[in-house]
């Protein structure tokens, strides 16, 4: 499992919980961008693409930086697609909570308790088995998947 290290810059703010932490699962880590599963019950297959500088808006990065981050958010996608196999995938960065740059990236099912609505409404069923049980690919691999198809992209950091 990768090691996270917060990154050394003069961007780095202590108040900010994805400067100080993973903010996850971390599943691999590059220079600019670091990848995490969120740790959701309800929806497992959550991952995160995080800006490691500490920037609030997506017009902050250069062209090649914007780039650089989107390629990690198509793989990580494809990943889940291709393993999967899942209803829809949902991208966001809204960033209203914390304002980090960072992609969500979510496997959406049509059982998961929220589907068709956004992960964050309310609940609208119960999923039995529990959710991660459900899944075709088991976590572990998953996330192996994921830190294979990203590490493609950038050297770790």
């Keep these: 499992m990768p090691h996270f290290s917060p990154l050394s810059s003069p961007s780095f703010q202590p108040s900010?919980?994805?400067c100080r932490e993973a903010g996850g699962v971390l599943v691999f880590q590059a220079a600019q961008w670091r990848v995490i599963r969120a740790e959701d019950a309800a929806f497992p297959?959550?991952?995160r693409v995080v800006w490691r500088a500490h920037v609030a808006e997506w017009?902050?990065?250069t062209?090649?930086?914007q780039a650089s981050l989107m390629g990690a958010v198509g793989?990580?996608?494809?990943?889940?697609?291709d393993a999967l196999a899942p209803t829809k995938i949902n991208l966001a960065s809204l960033?209203?909570?914390?304002?980090?740059?960072?992609?969500?990236?979510?496997?959406?099912?049509?059982?998961?308790?929220?589907?068709?609505a956004p992960v964050w409404a309310?609940?609208?069923?119960?999923?039995a088995p529990v959710p991660a049980a459900r899944l075709r690919t088991p976590l572990p691999e998953l996330d192996a998947r994921v830190a294979r198809a990203v590490a493609a992209l950038a050297p770790a950091a």
């Design 45 to 47: 297959a959550f991952y």
């Design 63 to 65: 062209l090649a930086e």
């Design 75 to 81: 793989a990580v996608e494809r990943v889940l697609r």
């Design 95 to 116: 960033g209203n909570v914390v304002p980090h740059l960072h992609w969500h990236v979510i496997a959406r099912f049509d059982w998961d308790s929220r589907f068709p």
């Design 16 to 18: 900010c919980e994805l």
């Design 59 to 61: 017009s902050d990065l």
């Design 122 to 127: 309310a609940p609208v069923r119960e999923v």
